[in-house]
């Protein structure tokens, strides 16, 4: 007998959606949304109006909505198929449409699970993200990602979505041992991808303005933050310099000194990497022509500089939208100085 009249095996069924096969069982067991037949009385299979109940599962999950409440959804779409005789066990396997073209954003919050990560009170698109990541479902991630930033745009999509799911996963891995490490290491992937294409779709042509420096303290990896910050410059069409993890001191002080920056940002995360004799350093190399010399103004963030009032010359902004704000300003606050001598001159 063909498959498409006894309806195919719980392997075939999770190699189509990009899925587990445990993870098809465990929605049967947990959520009742099993094959409406089992062939041989024992073995599930699965018939189109299975597989596209299935489909609704995915797509639902993805996008952050409850387990349960997303079963309850997927049973109806099943319920109309065999109502319309669609799902009639003659009838082909239907196509299932990839999670990453169906998956769709849901602004609402709520308590629902994020694929066992601690993630508390937060946006559904956030809930929907972690799940994608412990599966490490890459396809879904990009899309809910891609979805994020044009729905709220960059500040948001990163406050609210990307950052609470990458400090889940970093608690969850803390506390699993080496656990959830390559959920990280993914997830961290993607978002620096989603936020290296939307600095390049924000950036404009080259600027003679002089740049901000984003740079990593030396010894310090964490580039994401910096990374959003780039992107939130670029889309403000502010030119930047990006200098990644680890910056040694040498190259960073070279690289104030050959680039006459308006700004320096100087990422930390934590308390051991926060080295402040680099940052005063920093706020006080001047540049430019004699008689006209210059400083760039420091921003320090990250948590790693807490507990210690700014030196002049330094701010220290409490997130990635207060950094855009000094930053904006900053740039305001030359075009108005440029523009001062033509005034005067009429």
């Known amino acids: 007998m063909h498959d498409t009249v006894r309806g195919i095996t719980t392997g075939a069924v999770a190699r189509r959606l990009g899925v587990s096969p445990t993870t098809v069982r465990s929605w049967d067991r947990r959520y009742g949304i099993g094959p409406a037949a089992r062939g041989d009385g024992r073995h599930r299979r699965w018939s189109p109006a299975d597989v596209a109940m ?15 409440e997303a079963a309850r959804a997927a049973r109806e779409v099943r319920a109309s198929m065999e ?13 299932v449409v ?11 919050r709520g308590p629902a699970g994020g694929g066992g990560l601690p993630l508390g009170n937060v946006r559904r698109e956030c809930r929907g993200l972690a799940r994608a990541a412990v599966r490490l479902d890459g396809p879904a991630m990009e899309t809910l990602l891609r979805a994020a930033l044009a729905e709220h745009g960059l500040v948001t999509a990163w406050e609210e979505i990307m950052a609470p799911t990458l400090h889940a996963v970093g608690r969850k891995w803390e506390s699993s041992g080496d656990r959830y490490v390559e ?16 600095a390049v779709t924000g950036s404009a042509s080259a600027s003679p303005a002089p740049p901000v420096l984003l740079a990593c303290v030396p010894s310090e990896q964490h580039t994401l933050p910096l990374e959003a910050l780039a992107a939130g410059l670029a889309e403000r069409s ?3 310099r990006m200098f990644g993890a680890a910056v040694p001191a040498e190259a960073l002080d070279a690289a104030v000194r050959r680039s006459g920056p308006a700004a320096v940002v100087l990422w930390s995360q934590a308390r051991s990497t926060a080295n402040h004799a680099l940052a005063r350093h920093v706020a006080g190399t001047a540049f430019g022509v004699h008689g006209a010399r ?16 700014p030196a002049p010359g330094m701010v220290r902004p409490a997130g990635l939208r207060e950094a ?13 100085e440029a523009e001062a001598p033509e005034r005067g001159g009429d």
């Open 183 to 198: 959920v990280e290491h993914l997830l961290s992937w993607h978002i620096s991808t989603a936020l290296r294409q939307a």
């Open 324 to 336: 855009l704000g000094v930053v904006s300003r900053l740039y305001g606050e030359r075009a108005e």
């Open 98 to 108: 990839p999670v990453a073209e169906a998956a769709e954003p849901v602004t609402a």
């Open 83 to 95: 109502g319309d005789g669609a799902g009639a066990p003659v009838v082909p396997v239907v196509p």
């Open 294 to 309: 210059t400083a760039a103004l420091v921003l320090l963030a990250g948590p790693g500089w807490l507990g210690r009032t």
């Open 54 to 68: 299935l489909e609704e599962m995915c797509r639902l999950t993805a996008s952050g909505v409850p387990p349960a």
């Open 238 to 240: 502010l030119p930047t």
